[in-house]
C-alpha cells in the first residue's frame, strides 16, 4: 500500500473530511509543511463549517458565502471564530447554571451570538439524563434559546414598523403594500419562534418547509405553467385538500381551539397540518405566490378565505381585457380551510347576509394586509388560552389544548400570552394618529412589563431594544415628567434594578439560624400532594416572615396580603398551571414518599421537569428528591 504522502493532494483533502476539525489542527497541520498547507485549504475548511454548525447568524451571510467563490472568504478563520465563540458561551452556560449571581447579565451575553450561540445551546438542551445537572443545564440553556428564538420574532415583527414610517405612493406594488414589510409566512412563524424551545421550525424551516411543498405540487404538475389563473389556484386547492395540508379532521368545540392550531410552523410540521383556517389560507397564499400566483388571506367576520388575484389586464381565464381596464386584477375565492373548489361570489354575500352585514361588503372582500392577519392570529392565540383557563374539565383532559410535544404543555402556557402580546405591541404604526390607539398600546405594554417582570426578566436586552423606544414616540405628553426627561425613563430605572438585584449576593437562609420555637418540616426539592385539593407539587423554599422575601424581582406586580405568619409557608411549582409562584401552608402540605427512576413521579410532576431545572439539578430518585441548585439561597437543604 502506498504511503499518504504519496497520494495527491485532492485525495487527502477528501480523506480529510472524515477527520475531525479539531484533530485537523493540532495534529495533521503539524505533520509536515505539505500537511500544514494541505490543513489549510479553503476546500476543506467550507466543509467543515458547513457540516459542524448548522446554525449561523445573519452577520456572516452564510449561505452567499456558500454561493460564492471558494477563496472570497477566509473558511479556517471563520471556524475558529466559531469554535472561539462556543468555548465563550460554554463558559457563560457554566456560570449560569452554577450560580444566580449575574445570571442575566450572562444570558444577554449568549443573547448577543444570536444564532452562532444555538448550536452549543442545543448540545446542552440534550445532554445526557445521567449529567450531574441535567434539569438545570437543559433549563438555562433552553431558557437562553428561547430569548434568542424571541428576538428574531420581534425583528420579523419590527419590519412592520420601518414599513409604517416610509412614504407608500400609488405607484408601490399591490404585493408590497399588502405584506406591510414583512413575509406572510415568517410574520406568523413567529408566533412559533416563542414556543419553539429545542425542537425544529424556526423561521428559516418554515421558508424552507414551504419552498418544498411548492416544489412537490409542481412536479405533480407538468401542465402548470400553461395553464390559467383560476386553474392554477383551483389545481393548488385540490392537490393541498387531497394531501391534507390545511384544515381540521372532524374538529370539535374543544380541538378547534388547540394552540398547534395557530401556529404555521406546527401545521407545516405536524402529520396531520392542524391549522385554523386563517392558517390555512396563510399556507396557501404562500404556496401560491411561490408558483407565480398572486394570492392572500381575506379577513371576514367569522371565517378567513384566500383571494386569488389575476394578472393586471388579464382576466382569471387568461383572456385579455379591455384597454381602459389595463391595471384591472379579477379576484376569485377559495376556502382552503374546508374546500377544494372556488367558492361563488354569491355564496359569500349570502353569508354575510346571514351575519347581518348589508353594506360596505366589498370592503371585507378585499385582500387583507399582513398587520391584520398576526393580529387576528394573536387574537386567536388568547382566545385558546382563555379555554384553558377557563375549561373545568380535568387537567388531564385540558392538557392537549397547550400541548405542541408531550409533556411540554406547562412551559407553553406563559410564551403563548406573551408571544400575544409582543405582537399587539409591534403591529402598531409608528405614529399612530388615534390617541384611542395611543392608549390601547399603553395598556399592552403595561401587560408585557408584567409577564416579563414575572416571567421573562432575561428579556430586559429586547424591551430594551424595541420596547423603551416605540414607548418614547406613543406615550403621551402628559406622561412626560419633565420637558426632558424620556417617558421610557421608568421602564429603563425598573430594568437596571433587576440588574442591580442580578449582581447581588444575598445572604442565605439557614436552619440553624432560625430562633428558638420555629421548626420547617419540609425540605427543598420533596414532591408532596396538597391535602385539600390533591394536586402535586414541588416544594422550592420555605419562609417564617412572609412571602415577599421570596421575589427574585423586587418590582414583581404580585402583591401578597399577608407579612408574619403563625406556621412556616413553602413556595412551590405546583402541576396544575406550571407556575413557581404559588405559596402554600405547611398544614396542607403531605410528603409523598417516592423511589426510583422518573417514571415514579407522578404525571402532572414528570411533566414540570423541564421547568423543575430553573431549580433543581436533577432527580434522586434513591432519596427521593430532586437535588437543589439553591443552595445560594437554602445553603442547608
Known amino acids: 500500500m502506498a504511503p499518504i504522502d504519496s497520494l495527491p493532494d485532492e485525495i487527502v483533502h477528501h480523506i480529510l473530511l472524515y477527520v475531525s476539525p479539531e484533530e485537523t489542527l493540532t495534529k495533521i497541520a503539524l505533520l509536515s509543511k505539505r500537511f500544514n498547507s494541505v490543513a489549510h485549504e479553503p476546500f476543506l475548511w467550507r466543509s467543515y463549517c458547513q457540516h459542524t454548525f448548522k446554525y449561523w447568524n445573519s452577520e456572516h451571510r452564510f449561505k452567499e458565502r456558500l454561493a460564492g467563490n471558494l477563496r472570497d472568504t477566509d473558511w479556517r478563520q471563520l471556524f475558529l471564530r466559531r469554535l472561539g465563540r462556543n468555548a465563550c458561551i460554554a463558559r457563560l452556560v457554566d456560570g449560569i447554571v452554577g450560580s444566580r449571581v449575574f445570571r442575566l447579565q450572562r444570558i444577554e451575553k449568549i443573547c448577543e451570538y444570536g444564532y452562532d450561540a444555538k448550536d452549543f445551546l442545543l448540545s446542552q438542551c440534550r445532554v445526557p439524563d445521567d449529567a450531574e445537572d ?19 420574532a420581534i425583528e420579523e415583527w419590527a419590519k412592520y414598523q420601518r414599513y409604517a414610517a416610509r412614504r407608500i405612493d400609488e405607484d408601490t406594488p399591490n404585493s408590497e403594500r399588502l405584506n406591510c414589510g414583512m413575509r406572510l409566512e415568517r410574520a406568523l412563524g413567529a408566533f412559533d419562534m416563542f414556543m419553539l424551545h429545542d425542537n425544529e421550525g424556526d423561521l428559516d424551516e418554515i421558508t424552507e418547509l414551504l419552498d418544498d411543498i411548492a416544489a412537490r405540487f409542481r412536479s405533480t404538475c407538468p401542465s402548470l405553467d400553461q395553464m390559467t389563473t383560476r386553474q392554477k389556484a383551483i389545481a393548488l386547492a385540490r392537490w393541498l385538500h387531497s394531501n391534507n395540508m390545511t384544515g381540521l379532521s372532524d374538529p370539535t368545540e374543544q380541538t378547534y381551539r388547540y394552540l398547534r392550531n395557530c401556529l404555521i410552523g406546527r401545521a407545516l410540521r405536524d402529520e396531520h397540518h392542524p391549522s385554523l383556517p386563517i392558517i390555512s389560507s396563510a399556507i396557501y397564499s404562500a404556496i401560491a405566490s411561490r408558483l407565480g400566483i398572486e394570492a392572500y388571506p381575506c379577513l371576514l367576520p367569522n371565517h378567513v378565505h384566500a383571494t386569488v388575484l389575476s394578472p393586471p389586464g388579464i382576466s382569471l381565464d387568461g383572456r385579455q381585457l379591455p384597454h381602459e381596464q389595463s391595471q384591472h386584477q379579477e379576484n376569485m375565492f377559495l376556502d382552503p380551510y374546508g374546500s377544494d373548489e372556488e367558492v361563488p361570489l354569491d355564496y359569500i354575500y349570502s353569508f354575510l347576509s346571514r351575519l347581518g352585514i348589508h353594506t360596505g361588503r366589498e370592503n371585507l372582500l378585499n385582500p387583507t394586509t399582513t398587520d391584520l392577519i398576526v393580529m387576528r392570529t394573536a387574537q386567536n392565540i388568547r382566545s385558546s388560552f382563555t379555554s384553558f383557563r377557563t375549561n373545568e374539565r380535568p387537567l388531564a383532559q385540558l392538557i392537549p389544548m397547550i400541548e405542541l410535544n408531550r409533556g411540554d404543555w406547562a412551559r407553553n402556557l406563559q410564551p403563548a400570552l406573551y408571544s400575544m402580546i409582543w405582537a399587539s405591541i409591534m403591529m402598531v404604526p409608528v405614529l399612530p394618529e388615534n390617541d384611542e390607539i395611543r392608549w390601547d ?4 405594554v ?16 429586547l424591551v430594551e431594544k424595541y420596547v423603551c423606544p416605540m414607548y418614547d414616540t406613543f406615550a403621551a405628553p402628559s406622561r412626560r415628567q419633565n420637558d426632558w426627561e424620556l417617558p421610557s425613563k421608568r421602564v429603563r430605572d425598573q430594568i437596571r434594578e433587576i440588574r442591580r438585584v442580578d449582581a447581588l449576593e444575598r445572604p442565605p437562609r439557614r436552619r440553624s439560624g432560625l430562633a428558638e420555637g420555629y421548626n420547617i418540616k419540609y425540605r427543598v426539592g420533596q414532591v408532596f400532594k396538597h391535602k385539600r385539593y390533591e394536586y ?24 401578597r396580603p399577608w407579612t408574619t405568619y403563625s406556621q412556616p409557608f413553602y413556595r412551590c411549582m405546583v402541576g396544575t398551571d406550571g407556575s413557581d409562584h404559588h405559596v402554600i401552608a405547611e398544614e396542607n402540605i403531605e410528603i409523598v414518599e417516592l423511589r426510583g427512576g422518573p417514571e415514579v413521579l407522578p404525571p402532572e410532576i414528570r411533566d414540570l421537569m423541564p421547568m423543575a431545572g430553573k431549580f433543581f439539578k436533577r ?13 445560594e439561597v437554602f445553603a442547608e437543604d
Open 536 to 559: 402535586h407539587g414541588l416544594i422550592l423554599g420555605w419562609t417564617i416572615e412572609g412571602a415577599s422575601t421570596w421575589d427574585d424581582n423586587p418590582l414583581s406586580p404580585t402583591n
Open 446 to 461: 403595561r401587560d408585557l412589563l408584567t409577564y416579563f417582570y414575572e416571567y421573562f426578566p432575561e428579556d430586559s436586552w
Open 134 to 152: 441535567v434539569l438545570a443545564r437543559r433549563y438555562y440553556s433552553c431558557s437562553v434559546l428561547d430569548s434568542i428564538h424571541r428576538s428574531l
Open 441 to 444: 398600546w399603553q395598556q399592552d
Open 619 to 631: 432527580w434522586n430518585g434513591e432519596q427521593g428528591v430532586f437535588v437543589s441548585n439553591l443552595r
